[in-house]
């Protein structure tokens, strides 16, 4: 019966007994440490309420009784008299309120209805209000009445120094003390009367009024008290940041709170305190409707959160007033949930600990076999980048760890045999690489490949892994028994094993030595399936070698068919000879300073090894589509020269119009004509045919320009006449023939042009029409030129009147034409994929920044570097070339001038053409292609400053 499925690992039974003992412990623990510290911090909430109620009675105490100091000492010496006489005794009163800040106003109440009031005034907006002059600190406020008994009231302005500022008659200020509270309780008692809190109507402060009656009976004083300070102090006396406190009396209306905006009520005119239930708190009207008073604090409910709330007493002067504090529940329970945590946390710890304590008793019974198990289970899986062996005590997994170890190191050494055989591309990083790790795979001391060297016919050191020093060179014998001949060659110490490596042909390749002293030990013979294993190894190592040497060998034919047909194409034309080798070199040392810049626009280029390769065939074969170009157009050094130079042709015309002169003078002669006469007609003809021939063969040679009125005598000279007595359309090839097609055959013999621009020297294109107009179907490279309208005109005149060099627009199209042809040839072969930009860098060399080039009016934001470096290669090597025969070559500053201007007009890259001046390129070039007389200074601060 199968039970595999059923199975437990011992470690893990082991963990989890551990842990789950310890779970229902630490829980227990940390839920019993949560409740008492709970209790704790309610029963110190609720000190802290008791205290918090003692400390604001304290304050409010001290707000009180320096006031009833005042007021008991103004009743032993009140302020008597008339209005005049009361206002000498004001010092007094302004004493009592500079002696107690709390102190709102010092008032005295008359029998008779007369009334003195002074108040410090600190409020801005309440001196605004009251249209006080500015310095003013008191206000002095009376009311006293005349002979006749009408009232009068007065406001009184002083600035600190009780300097009276402005008195103002107010006679709507209609005050009688009589029939105040304070007044009428303090005049029926001898003790001192406090009011219940009330609103002040001129300060709007919350405070209460204090009254005595004097000892002589004959006034009332009365003060107010503000206890706007105990609503801030209340803010400080918080138990947590979210405590909400309020003082409230007997009626619910409040008295202290920290926002005072919130505790004055306006009802019209008048003004009151805010009740509990107007205050907007719900935790603190909840208290005053629902809780008893008491110490403890009771947990309510309010909008789904949890409170506690306290309500404690507070005396001050016989008044009933509470103190309602309401604490939230998750701040005043911070700290239990605190406590919680950690020890929740300290049990986790615990856990993990003794889980981890768990985990390495069970490994301490059953890992080592566990772990044997899992890693060959990953060998089977294929995944062998995994270290396999454990450590154990008994001998028997001790001795499998050590087997299944070598094992898997092995295959690790295997796989990496494969990826370097796969990654590395050159044949000795690759041989060094391979040899380290069969090195590895054998379980040897050291080794070494030797290749073998046909030409030569010995052994050289191609790769070298752990050894002492190998000899470079091995001269060995030919022998049936190579491998025994290279040991004794190189008299290695100890155990050692040479085996020979063969291609696939058994073709001899090399030799692989390896040293087996310090790992195989002991002496004897080497196992035979030792032997095997190593020849096996070194099997991937020949095919390794085999494949590298092909791989070197194609790359040294690719190489070779490229420098083939560059040379080629030089060799073609005897005057354009080296323009092939001669652009890459320059093209190869402005790209390298490109590259080694480190600072300027090309600080951040680079290119790798395969980039620079890539560059390189593109530079080589940048004008391959030349083979295509007729060898008489790109040679071309006369206008009239096609594949001969037709000025001979031309000539023999005007040695037929000679001949014709001088018979017309001896058949005057025969007809009895007057000889000096005809003399003179013979000489003056031979005159102007000397003179017309020199010049059309001046005009044949070409040059930089050609004035309108030379053309208009070209035209003249053709115009003379003379006879064809043969029939041109013998002896021609059936492609000139077809050009004759329609066209009428006069009889002989026939008068015609010296000059002339035939139909027969209009060649049409055909089926040979290229495809680089931008809307034929056939241009899928994106071409766009114009192009002529026939393939070739070999018109006399129209050649002949070629107003700059030697080619008209047909043969200027074939020469350009060249590179349409590359472009096409390049695209076509299977380039590898590190060669993929060969075609755009070698097929645009022609194209121009500003996107006016050739042969696809690519732009800036088409050409990459690669590009433009070409460019200004080959424009330069042009322009510097000695061997063209339609032009002299220009020296080195007329080259640089040229270039510079092409810069400005944007056809070149500016900021190349500064590396390619600044960093001495040009000359470098010069003084290894140019001719002596070519190299002359140039200016190159000048230049780049034009740029």
């Not at 006031?67 to 009140?78: F, G």
């Not at 406190?245 to 019209?268: C, F, T």
Request: glycine fraction near 8%; include cysteine.
């Amino acid at each position: 019966m199968n039970n595999r499925g059923r199975s437990i690992s011992l470690q893990l039974l082991v963990a989890l007994a551990i842990m789950l003992g310890m779970l229902v412990l630490g829980a227990a623990l940390a839920w019993q440490g949560y409740l008492g510290v709970r209790q704790t911090l309610v029963a110190a909430a609720g000190d802290a309420a008791q205290q918090v109620g003692k400390t604001i009675e304290e304050r409010a105490r001290r707000l009180v009784d320096p006031a009833q100091s005042s007021l008991r000492l103004l009743a032993v010496d009140p302020v008597a008299g008339n209005l005049a006489q009361r206002l000498e005794q004001l010092p007094q009163l302004v004493e009592c309120l500079n002696a107690n800040r709390m102190l709102s106003a010092t008032y005295v109440g008359y029998p008779n209805g007369d009334f003195l009031l002074v108040r410090r005034l600190r409020d801005p907006q309440l001196l605004q209000r009251l249209e006080a002059p500015p310095d003013t600190v008191f206000l002095v406020q009376s009311v006293s009445h005349d002979a006749a008994g009408a009232p009068l009231g007065e406001w009184r302005f002083y600035d600190r120094a009780q300097v009276l500022l402005k008195t103002q008659v107010k006679p709507d200020y209609r005050y009688d003390p009589r029939l105040r509270p304070w007044f009428v309780e303090a005049s029926r008692q001898a003790s001192t009367v406090l009011t219940r809190p009330y609103v002040f109507f001129t300060t709007r402060e919350i405070g209460l009024t204090m009254a005595l009656r004097s000892a002589d009976g004959a006034a009332v004083i009365g003060m107010d008290v503000s206890v706007n300070d105990l609503a801030s102090e209340s803010r400080d006396l918080r138990i947590t940041p979210g405590t909400e406190i309020a003082v409230v009396d007997d009626q619910g209306s409040v008295v202290a709170y920290p926002d005072l905006q919130r505790v004055v009520v306006r009802e019209g005119e008048a003004v009151r305190l805010t009740h509990i239930a107007e205050l907007g708190v719900p935790s603190l009207q909840q208290i005053q409707a629902v809780l008893p008073a008491g110490g403890r604090p009771q947990p309510y409910q309010v909008d789904g959160q949890t409170w506690y709330g306290m309500r404690v007493p507070l005396a001050l002067a016989g008044q009933n007033l509470q103190v309602l504090i309401a604490v939230p529940a998750h701040e005043l329970l911070a700290g239990a949930r605190k406590v919680l945590f950690d020890q929740l946390l300290w049990t986790a710890a615990l856990m993990a600990l003794l889980l981890l304590l768990g985990g390495l008793l069970g490994q301490r019974i059953g890992r080592p076999l566990r772990l044997l198990a899992e890693q060959v289970r990953g060998l089977a899986d294929f995944d062998f980048s995994r270290e396999v062996g454990v450590t154990s005590r008994v001998s028997e997994v001790r001795e499998l760890s050590r087997v299944l170890s070598r094992m898997s190191g092995t295959i690790r050494s295997f796989q990496a045999i494969t990826l370097t055989l796969s990654r590395e591309t050159q044949l000795e990083r690759m041989l060094d690489g391979v040899l380290r790790h069969l090195v590895d795979a054998a379980g040897v001391s050291a080794g070494a490949v030797y290749l073998f060297d046909a030409d030569r016919g010995d052994l050289h050191l191609a790769a070298g892994c752990r050894g002492e020093a190998y000899p470079t060179q091995l001269r060995v014998e030919a022998s049936e028994d190579l491998a025994a001949s290279v040991t004794q060659a190189l008299a290695l110490q100890g155990q050692s094993l040479a085996v020979v490596l063969n291609d696939r042909s058994e073709q001899l390749l090399g030799i692989l030595v390896l040293q087996l002293e310090n790992t195989q030990g002991g002496s004897g013979e080497l196992s035979q399936p030792f032997r095997r294993f190593v020849e096996e190894l070194s099997g991937a190592a020949a095919v390794a070698i085999e494949t590298r040497q092909l791989v070197e060998a194609q790359q040294r034919l690719l190489d070779g068919m490229i420098k083939l047909l560059a040379d080629a194409i030089d060799a073609k034309s005897p005057y354009t000879g080296g323009h092939c080798e001669r652009v890459p070199q320059l093209a190869q040392m402005l790209l390298d300073k490109a590259v080694q810049a480190d600072r300027g626009p090309y600080a951040d280029f680079t290119m790798s090894e395969a980039e620079r390769y890539e560059f390189r065939v593109a530079a080589w074969l940048h004008d391959c589509g030349k083979v295509t170009s007729p060898e008489y157009v790109v040679d071309k050094a006369t206008k009239l020269e096609t594949l001969y130079n037709r000025i001979h042709e031309v000539r023999m015309r005007f040695e037929v119009l000679w001949r014709d002169a001088e018979i017309a003078y001896w058949q005057g002669l025969a007809n009895g004509e007057a000889q000096p006469a005809l003399q003179q007609a013979l000489a003056q003809c031979r005159a102007e045919l000397h003179e017309e021939f020199a010049f059309v063969a001046e005009a044949n040679i070409g040059g930089e320009f050609m004035a309108d009125d030379d053309v208009a005598r070209l035209q003249r000279i053709g115009q003379r006449r003379w006879w064809r007595h043969f029939d041109n359309r013998l002896g021609i090839s059936r492609d000139e023939e077809s050009r004759f097609a329609g066209q009428v055959s006069a009889p002989l013999p026939v008068e015609e042009h010296l000059l002339a621009d035939r139909p027969e020297h209009r060649v049409p294109w055909g089926e040979r029409k290229p495809p680089v107009a931008r809307d034929d179907p056939r241009n899928t490279w994106g071409f766009d030129m114009r192009l002529p309208s026939h393939a070739s005109n070999h018109g006399e005149l129209y050649n002949l009147a070629i107003r700059r060099g030697t080619l008209n627009d047909e043969e200027r199209f074939k020469v350009n034409e060249h590179i349409v042809q590359t472009i096409i040839m390049l695209t076509s072969l299977p380039f590898p994929r590190q060669l993929r930009r060969v075609p755009a860098i070698a097929g645009n060399h022609h194209e121009k920044m500003d996107g006016n080039g050739y042969p696809r009016r690519l732009g800036e934001a088409q050409l990459g570097i690669a590009e433009r470096v070409m460019a200004i290669a080959d424009i330069f090597e042009a322009l510097t070339a000695a061997d063209r025969p339609y032009k002299a070559p220009k020296t080195l500053s007329e080259s640089v001038k040229i270039l510079v201007f092409m810069a400005r007009d944007n056809h070149i890259d500016a900021q190349l053409l500064r590396l390619f001046l600044g960093s001495g390129v040009y000359r470098e070039y010069a003084e290894r292609f140019l001719r002596p007389e070519q190299i002359d200074e140039v200016d190159v601060g000048y230049w780049l400053g034009q740029i």
